[in-house]
């Protein structure tokens, strides 16, 4: 007998795997892919199996180096998504009130929605280039909300909140015992200088976040969560019901790429460098667009003039074989999302075209 299961599908993951493709692709959010041969690593250390029951230690050790925290305080998972759906399974029973941010990454909202989570809002305004505003939070909070939900930087505009922004929001929090969860996978593209995880605020923070988006390694899934320890350890033992055992030469290369992290995150600031400066030559007074460029982050979120952005990517596909994600899976149909990770002169074509398009659009 089929069960029905509400919300059990995430429409823009779907979106992103079969439908986004194009020619000349801004629909990505990530840093393009690092060559598997650019990554120094001694092959012939590579293995298939290895001692992984709750983290493979060197992993846990290179992770909690990074992000200043003991290895007590990591827990390994699948991406960034994972780690964000565990999170939430394990602090959250049905019915639990949760304050998340809108606009949204539509696979947090899915997620909580499946997990059946009362989910409650708070705004991130066009007008202040949705920037978190506290006060906007205590407005929304109440006595039943236990978790506080957000992205830094926010996908998809990348918003940059400072850690004293995160900081009196984790106040409000402690107030009425709720924990506040940081998705910080946007924030790992941040490194002139970098912004200390939100884990350091107090134990009443969680942090998500992988290795996906700023540095061109998605197929490694390598992704964390970051909590205090007793927490950590319930977090390990739920993940048994979802990831069991992870894939150890994922584990292995994982490690080599965080002993390397600073030589990538060198070619990932190059390349968003090259692409933002793009961005701003070719699309920055464009006409028929309101556009603000954030000095970091590797998206941004333009608003047309005119029409629904669901209707001009068909047009921009069919005519000009290039693709962007529409912001109705961000809750904006008129708004759209354009990733700066791309190829350098990919991107610049994909954003020729993306302004030729924009021109001939008649909404």
């Known amino acids: 007998m089929k069960l029905p299961r509400p919300h059990a599908e995430s429409p823009y993951m779907e979106f992103s795997k079969l439908h986004s493709g194009a020619k000349w692709n801004l629909a990505t959010s990530a840093v393009t ?11 012939g250390q590579l293995e298939i199996n290895g001692p992984s029951a709750y983290g493979y230690r060197p992993l846990l050790e290179a992770i909690a180096l990074m992000k200043g925290v003991t290895p007590e305080h990591v827990v390994h998972t699948t991406g960034t998504s994972m780690a964000n759906h565990l999170a939430f399974a394990a602090l959250l029973a049905p019915g639990d009130e949760v304050l998340l941010e809108e606009p949204a990454y539509e696979l ?5 929605l499946f997990l059946g989570a009362k989910v409650r809002r708070f705004r991130r305004r066009e007008e202040d280039n949705f920037a978190l505003d506290p006060e906007e ?3 929304n909070l109440t ?11 926010h996908n998809p505009s990348s918003s940059l909140a400072s850690n004293e922004t995160l900081r009196v929001i984790g106040e409000m929090a402690q107030d009425i015992g709720a924990r506040v969860l940081v998705d910080e996978v946007y924030l790992e593209a941040l490194h002139h200088p970098p912004q200390p995880s939100a884990i350091h605020l107090g134990p009443h923070f969680i942090v998500t976040s992988s290795l996906t988006k700023a540095y061109g390694l998605g197929g490694l899934r390598c992704g964390w969560i970051l909590a205090e320890p007793k927490l950590a350890e319930r977090l390990w033992r739920m993940n048994d019901l979802y990831g069991s055992t992870p894939v150890h030469v994922g584990e292995q290369l994982s490690v080599a790429a965080l002993t390397q992290i600073d030589k990538l995150a060198t070619r990932a600031d190059a390349i968003l460098d090259a692409n933002r400066a793009a961005l701003a030559e070719i699309l920055g007074s464009h006409p028929a667009i309101e556009l603000a460029i954030p000095a970091v982050g590797t998206c941004v979120f333009p608003r047309l003039r005119n029409g629904d952005a669901h209707t001009f990517l068909q047009f921009l596909r069919a005519n000009y074989e290039t693709s962007i994600v529409p912001g109705h899976f961000f809750e904006r149909p008129r708004h759209f999302r354009i990733g700066l ?6 991107t610049r074509e994909a954003l020729t075209r993306l302004a030729e398009a924009l021109t001939a659009w008649k909404g």
Do not use: E
């Open 108 to 112: 947090m909202l899915s997620t909580l």
């Open 143 to 153: 006595p039943q909300t236990k978790l506080i939900a957000l992205a830094n930087m």
């Open 33 to 43: 892919a690092y060559p598997l041969r650019n990554l120094d690593f001694d092959w």
């Open 137 to 139: 939070i205590r407005r």
């Open 341 to 346: 990770g791309g190829d350098v002169a990919m």
